[in-house]
């Protein structure tokens, strides 16, 4: 796919040629197009390289190759306990590798000093897994609190930044309420003002579906691509939920105990035939993956005399 889209690229110029009367490439009337990897930089904005992880002793990510090219969305999937919202720790330094590196915007996270990782994760926004709103400040105060926290805007700035962000998610009408008075689906787009108040470069959203009837999930999945394009970011998106995020994404990367074990554009993962993808994919119970938890046999457990 991304060679697809090199050759199309490439393909332009001789392309221009061909009609005098054509604008240049850069007018304002050219069709907007994602940037791809050519445009803009060569560099991806994310990019993990042989990354490894272990909680003590304990391997949790083995051999971790990822890049995130700059404007795209990428969607990491796999089953629960796959290491998912680990690979965000590493991303946002929370965690560091045990071997490998993650580098964003050029910058090795794990070799950051302590100002230049703050620095950094300033430039990122992060809906957390189980992310609540602080449930005693209204919506607006809830998006107003990265930029109270993090610069020194006036009062008059503050509220057209908060209400601009609210009404990119369609809640400005919203922003006196308190937080209970919101529902699962207009909670999670507040979280998503709030993670987008700083303009961030890189948005990260671990499992931004759960709990949220298909309509709602419908409108996050869109929101997510849209202010992706709008505010120039890249976005990192961890699920399992494989309908809703397939139609929005440009690139999978799909985990399996701690494993990279399939990559590609959604058409490619849509009509793999790896038994792995497959399984993941139509949600079946039986394959590669195996449905228990590693430990003694049933049969041991039952003390019915098995082999140890
Ligand atoms: N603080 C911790 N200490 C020890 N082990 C941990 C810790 N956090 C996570 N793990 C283990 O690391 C593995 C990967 O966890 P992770 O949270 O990355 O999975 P995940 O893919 O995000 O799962 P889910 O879809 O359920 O959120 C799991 O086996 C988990 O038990
Ligand atoms: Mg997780």
Redesign the pocket.
Known sequence: MRRNRANIAQSKPGHKQASAAEPPAESPVTIRRYPSESDVSPEPLVELTDVQFA??L?P??TGIRMRVPRGKVVAIM????????????LIGGQLRPTAGQVSVNGAVVHQLDHDALYRLRRRMGMLF?FGALFTDLTVFENVAFPLREHTRLDEALIRDLVLLKLNAVGLRGAAQLSTGELSGGMARRVALARAIALDPMLMMY??PFTGLDPISLGVIANLIRRLNDALGATSIL?T?DVGASLGIVDYVYI?AD?RMVAEGTPDEIRASREPLVRQFIHGEADGPVAFHYPGRSYAQDLDLGGHP
Request: hydrophobic share 25%.
């Open positions: 909680y003590d304990r949790i990510l796999g089953g629960s306990g796959s290491g998912k919202t680990t690979i965000l720790r897994q671990d499992e961890v399992h985990v701690g």
